[in-house]
């Protein structure tokens, strides 16, 4: 970093500013060469020292070398192949994002877990939480990560988490609901194709049709937050009273129900029942400590909210 800014010190009343930075970066390159010397010394020593007889630190440091060679004679080969073709940039390009690709897609299809794990929880007698085994046989890696089943395993809804609050909400923001997760760090809502609109901004009810949900995350939430998010969409869509054949005879103009009594009512069930659904995730097997639920950044974040104007200010993350 400080070799990067020495150019900057050059151009000042004081340009031996620029050799005094680059004796800062030399001597801190030196300090990190000790310590990292020594660290590998340490962690060499170690693995070589074995509970009985005498290791031979030599015979270990011969094999990491002969390790780094191989993998650096691996990347020399795939970027000659590389070079070879007609669109190297094209092929680089792919080359370098398939890997945080992959990660995003592992980190996607957590979503799809929490959502079956919270509705094998709620559906089982004595709210027992399923293990991260008995989820894995459920899994489809072909499938969306977003959608939620049924303990039958029909489809019945979808959410999208992270989503923007002014391309959810538009102009229509009943207060209400702002007053519903006063004390969340999110807020769930439809999407605008599954409302009926009526005179007035608080004069929502819900389409028939499949069921389409959006979480906006506030400032400061956490991955607790997420998960909770994310299994209060799963507890809306799961007793939401829409059965899944309802959806289907029904036209998407009728009327079904109120947009926000279900909302309130959902939430209510979720923050009661969430503490214990950690708990049991945790005797079950699950990691609860790192959450991650939203793949990469959110679109944007909410970071305040004006009910008086209905007006929110956003911090924008577009990725």
Not at 237 to 251: I, V, Y
């Amino acid at each position: 970093i400080l070799d990067t800014f020495s150019p900057v010190f050059s151009s000042t009343p004081f340009p031996l500013l620029r050799i005094g930075t680059l004796c800062a970066s030399a001597s801190c390159r030196a300090l990190c060469g000790i310590v990292g010397g020594g660290s590998k010394a340490a962690i060499t020593l170690h693995f070589a020292t074995p509970i009985n007889g005498v290791g031979d630190v030599g015979d270990l440091n011969a094999k990491d070398a002969s390790k780094e060679t191989i993998l650096a004679l691996f990347g020399v080969l795939v970027r000659s192949i590389a070079n070879e073709k007609k669109n190297p940039d094209s092929l680089t390009d792919t080359a370098r994002d398939a890997p945080g690709a992959t990660h995003k897609w592992a980190l996607a299809h957590l979503q799809q877990r929490a959502g079956k794990a919270w509705n094998l929880y709620r559906s089982s007698t004595g709210n027992k939480a399923p293990s991260p085994a008995e989820v894995s046989t459920l899994d489809n890696i072909l499938d969306r990560p977003d959608v939620f089943y049924d303990e039958n395993g029909r489809r019945i809804g979808n959410c999208k988490i992270g989503s923007s609050f002014s391309d959810v909400f538009n102009e229509h923001v009943p207060s209400r609901l702002l007053e519903i997760f006063a004390q969340e760090r999110y807020l769930l809502w439809y999407d605008p194709r599954c409302l009926y609109f009526g005179l007035e901004c608080e004069e929502q009810d819900i389409r028939g049709g499949p069921m389409h949900l959006h979480i906006v995350l506030k400032e400061g939430y956490s991955g607790t937050d997420q998960l909770k998010a994310w299994c209060h969409a799963a507890e809306l869509c799961r007793t939401l009273p829409l059965g899944t054949r309802a959806r289907e005879t029904l036209q998407s103009a009728e009327k079904i129900s109120g947009a926000l009594d279900p909302i309130d009512t959902t939430l209510r069930s979720t923050s009661r029942e969430f503490p214990n659904f950690l708990i049991a995730l945790r005797e079950a097997g699950w990691n609860v400590d790192d959450i991650v639920i939203v793949a990469g950044s959110p679109k944007a974040i909410l970071v305040g909210i004006e009910p008086k104007d209905e007006m929110d200010r956003e911090d924008k993350k577009f990725r």
